[in-house]
């Protein structure tokens, strides 16, 4: 096959049926280095590293995405559309909206809100609201029982925008659409997966919170990672 303008890839095969994806390229090499045996880089085009190993003796791959909607939404659509991809599961971080979430914490998401118009620029999808797999996230929740990782479920904000003028503008979508933490990929995630017939989830880690404007150090960052690492890797 002819290698997609993003992936370097040109042979089906290559790329596992299920893949990891971190918004950062880095830490997707982190994750193949350190969790899967024999890992093998498959993509390094514009740094955005992909490799395939096995995990418990099963094939997996672990892809960066890039940060924002346009990013994810080119590799989550080549990899399931021309590489035969069925799950991707993104494991990313976000910003807590509400008090009762901690940094560091986990959050299952269970729908992501978004005032982008991703969805209904790429197929006249019109809803606000798009849905992960309800299969993968029967898996991640057990997997996470199994591991005794305690998890957060809900709604969450998937924003065009990080650095908002108006920086209280956050309590309002908080109020008026639900969302208890704010990242900027799952709903275009969705919204390819729907699109192609295929499956996704979210896993999110809290690196910041913007009611109590508290933040997280990198080094930290990667500890607390490595609970949401686990719970994706043992579904798989
Ligand atoms: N990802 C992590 N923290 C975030 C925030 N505060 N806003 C948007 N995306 C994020």
Same mark, same amino acid.
């Given at each position: ?12 095969? @290559? @790329?596992? #049926?299920?893949? @990891? %994806?971190?918004? $950062? ?7 193949? #280095? ?58 990313? =971080? ?5 008090? #009762?979430?901690?940094?560091? $914490? ?5 729908? /992501?809100? =978004?005032?982008?118009?991703? /969805?209904?620029? %790429? ?5 606000? &609201? ?10 991640? #929740? ?13 709604? &969450?904000? =998937? ?6 003028? *108006? ?5 309002? @979508?908080? $109020? ?15 919204? *390819? /997966? ?12 809290? =690196? ?18 490595? *609970? ?6 043992? %579904?798989?």
């Amino acid at each position: 096959m002819i290698p997609t303008p993003h992936i370097e890839v040109d042979k089906k095969g @290559i @790329i596992a #049926e299920t893949v @990891i %994806m971190p918004g $950062d390229p880095l830490r997707a090499k982190f994750i193949a #280095e350190n969790f899967l045996e024999n890992p093998v880089l498959f993509n390094k085009v514009r740094n955005m590293f992909g490799y395939t190993g096995t995990y418990k003796g099963k094939k997996i791959s672990v892809m960066g995405s890039g940060m924002g909607m346009p990013s994810i939404g080119i590799y989550s659509y080549e990899l399931f559309k021309f590489y035969d991809v069925q799950n991707i599961i993104r494991v990313g =971080s976000c910003g807590a909206y509400t008090d #009762e979430i901690d940094l560091y $914490d986990v959050i299952l998401v269970e729908e /992501a809100y =978004s005032e982008s118009t991703f /969805a209904k620029v %790429m197929a006249g999808i019109e809803d606000k &609201i798009l849905k992960p797999s309800f299969e993968l996230n029967e898996k991640l #929740e057990n997997a996470a029982k199994d591991l005794n990782i305690p998890i957060h479920k809900g709604r &969450i904000h =998937s924003s065009d925008v990080f650095y908002r003028q *108006n920086f209280d503008d956050y309590k309002k @979508i908080r $109020d008026e659409h639900g969302c208890i933490a704010v990242e900027m990929e799952s709903f275009a995630l969705f919204a *390819n /997966a729907k699109v192609t017939g295929k499956n996704a989830a979210c896993l999110l880690t809290v =690196s910041d919170s913007l009611v109590t404007m508290k933040a997280t150090s990198s080094e930290e960052r990667m500890k607390s990672f490595t *609970n949401m690492m686990k719970i994706a890797l043992e %579904m798989a």
